[in-house]
């Protein structure tokens, strides 16, 4: 398997077409993978916002005020309210805020960006990252993933995950099959657009030096099931269960 940025993307704007960008720059193969960050999809599809934009209401000022006492940094209510907007559900308002976005990803701060954002203090998610995909996808004649960064419990650092995706099913569904010692397998599902993700994070890397769009080469998908439950519905995810019931105690 190969992966490769894509070479010399120009700041991209609202109104771009972002699918020409990418097709003027490399010429895909019908089995590559176009990954991109959700940064320049939002880019692209005008997601760009001032803090103006959210007037701070009684809850956000109230959470701005208590993560300000809690972390001891100034926190600017109309970001909270910002938030809230973005966000099907707040698991948690303290230390920090964890949200769940209307598409399913759990987040902090609902993937809202602060960097990286010229002529405007903020970068707000696509609305609907598999859409977004799928229209890139229709496209460049490939399939397409929408990626973020993010933390995950019990580790340090980021890595990459997917958002959307759309021309291959999110993960590789081994039930069924057997192990190397005959065993039928019975749980085992594979989130390959998250393990696209990943690798593809690794070249296009962070910060002023960072590439938004990677493509994948000589990876196959395999003869294998397909899935696309990459989210889990609230009845089967415990760890968000727990969430709803756990309270943070301020010192």
């Known amino acids: 398997m190969e992966v490769f940025a894509v070479p010399g993307l120009p700041e991209v704007e609202a109104g771009d ?3 020409s960008l990418v097709d003027e720059r490399v ?3 019908s089995d590559d993978v176009v990954v991109v960050a959700s940064t320049v999809v939002s880019k692209a599809e005008g997601r760009r916002a001032s803090l103006d934009d959210f007037a701070a209401g009684d809850r956000a000022e109230a ?3 208590r ?3 809690v972390t001891g940094e100034s926190k600017d209510p109309r970001f909270a309210q910002a938030v809230i907007e973005e966000s099907a559900d707040l698991l948690m308002e303290a230390p920090f805020l964890l949200t769940r976005t ?3 990803h759990t987040t902090v701060n609902a993937g809202i960006d602060r960097s990286n954002v010229p002529d405007a203090d903020l970068l707000l998610l696509p609305e609907d990252p598999s859409a977004s995909a799928e229209a890139l996808h229709r496209d460049l004649g490939v399939p397409v993933v929408v990626t973020d960064t993010s933390g995950r419990p019990f580790r340090h650092g980021q890595r990459g ?3 959307g995706w759309a021309g291959m099913p999110a993960s ?3 039930r069924g099959e057997r192990d190397r010692d005959g065993r039928e397998l019975d749980v085992t599902v594979q989130s390959v657009v998250d393990e696209l993700a990943a690798a593809s994070n690794l070249v296009a890397g962070e910060g002023a030096g960072g590439t938004p769009v990677t493509v994948v080469r000589d ?3 395999g003869d294998h099931a397909g899935s696309d439950e990459l989210y889990r519905d609230l009845d089967g995810d415990f760890v968000q269960q727990a969430l709803r019931e756990w309270q943070y105690q301020d010192s």
Do not use: M, N
Request: no cysteine; hydrophobic share 60%.
């Open 17 to 19: 077409d972002l699918a």
């Open 27 to 29: 010429r895909l193969r």
């Open 63 to 65: 959470i701005a005020a």
């Open 67 to 69: 993560l300000e006492r």
């Open 102 to 104: 209307r598409f399913g």
């Open 161 to 163: 995950v997917a958002l």
């Open 172 to 174: 590789r569904d081994w």
């Open 219 to 221: 990876w196959a998908f």
